[in-house]
């Protein structure tokens, strides 16, 4: 039961990881500005599962073992990148909602290409959290 309980935890943080590098990633590849409103719901979206489901993970271990993870070292350190990465996620997300301005040029690209960048450094921080959880 506890295999499974986890292994959905991570289909569901795998499937958050996947939106939060594929919107910005289709948003930069395009031209037009119809489908970028779209994507950042997108983005604040995938961001939001990203943080419920890493908050599964923390409330997994306590339901079912009773006690959370001992996280030190390098473990936190990843856990620090993830976290920060993922309120960034958010605030960029609802930015990009909200600012008609970065609609069009050269400041939704570095909005966009900032998105990216938290993604790749939440997943680049998830593979040492793995290794040492």
Do not use: C, D, I
């Not at 997108?42 to 961001?47: N, Q, S």
């Not at 008609?100 to 990216?116: D, F, H, S």
């Amino acid at each position: 039961m506890v295999e499974l309980v986890y292994t959905l935890v991570q289909a569901v943080h795998n499937l958050g990881a996947v939106a939060v590098v594929a919107s910005p990633a289709v948003a930069l590849g395009s031209r037009g500005e119809g489908g970028q409103r779209r994507l950042a719901w997108v983005l604040l979206a995938a961001w939001g599962l990203q943080a419920a489901s890493g908050a599964g993970f923390a409330a997994a271990s306590y339901g079912l073992k009773g006690a959370l993870p001992e996280v030190e070292g390098v473990a936190l350190a990843a856990l620090v990148v993830k976290m920060a990465a993922t309120a960034s996620g958010v605030t960029l997300g609802a930015a990009l909602l909200r600012a008609r301005r970065l609609a069009g040029g050269r400041p939704r690209a570095v909005a966009w290409g900032l998105a990216l960048g938290l993604a790749v450094a939440a997943l680049l921080a998830a593979a040492p959290l793995r290794w040492y959880l």
